[in-house]
């Protein structure tokens, strides 16, 4: 691969992420994750942040296969003239948007404009009356479940079994997608955001946080092509919505993509792109200059 195949992968998020970086370019033509033979060299160098909150210098040194899964090349998500109505009540019309690997994009729109519908769209989870959402090159209508499995919905009443404790919830997980070799980082990624203490515990007996923080570690554990989150630091407290940010900066410097919608500028996160639902439509903003505060 040349330094430009390199930057795809989203190295520059790792950089403002505060991570160093060094990459194995063995492989010249890697079509996926499995066959990318990348080693990175990841350390949270100590940012005040992080320190202030008490979150401890992270050293990774591992082929970036065993932390993400597979490579996507080309466009992740490609959504195309969308068009979404309830009970003869237009919500928006003529959506298409693209996300291609190390985006992250940022959904704003104010209360009713529709965002949480659009989110569940682009999931598979409803139907738009019009228009294709294709994930990984692959029409979402028609794609399998294992195939589905490339995008993970994370919504903003995250949903549990009643029957099964925390850690019984990331175990399942994993194991239910062939993922067992990341438990060790899913149960790291739990004690960062402060659920050590509670996974053997019930999701029912949570707060709204500490429900979303479990859901947001089955998100990163799985790592999928594409993420989509609704309004995710809303329930959060600070110090989690700080390492959330960098879980998706790190995310999408592996090569997938993030889509998320948020009231407020989430902190120390550096978007590549904004979007806006505003009278039933969908403005794209990719530049510096469009971008919101």
Known sequence: MDGHAIEGFGLPHLARA??????NLKLAQAETRADCAFTIQAVYHGKSNFKHHGIPDVVIETPLRHLFGRVVMGTILEA??????????????????????????????VNGAGKTTLLR?????????????AVCGRDLARSTRREGSDV???????????DLTAREHI????????????????????????????????????????RYKLAIVLALSLAPALLLM?????????????LLSHEIELLAASGS??????????PELAATMQLELEDKVLDVKKSTAEMMP
């Open 18 to 23: 505060g991570l160093s970086v060094e990459p």
């Open 80 to 109: 195309k003239n969308l068009s979404f109505s309830y009970a003869r009540r237009t919500i928006w019309h003529d959506v298409s948007l693209s996300l291609s690997p190390g985006d992250i994009a940022l959904l704003w729109g």
């Open 121 to 133: 769209c682009l999931a598979g989870w409803s139907r738009p009356n019009e228009g294709t959402v």
């Open 152 to 162: 993970f919905f994370v919504s903003d009443t995250p949903p549990f079994y009643e």
């Open 171 to 210: 175990l399942f997980l994993l194991r239910a997608n062939g993922l067992s070799d990341r438990e060790a980082h899913a149960l790291e990624l739990a004690d960062r955001f402060h659920l050590a203490e509670s996974l053997d515990a019930y999701p029912s007996s949570f707060s709204r946080g500490m």
């Open 230 to 242: 609704d309004e995710p630091y809303g329930p959060i407290d600070h110090t989690s919505a700080v």
């Open 257 to 266: 993509a993030v889509l998320l919608s948020c009231h407020q500028v989430p």
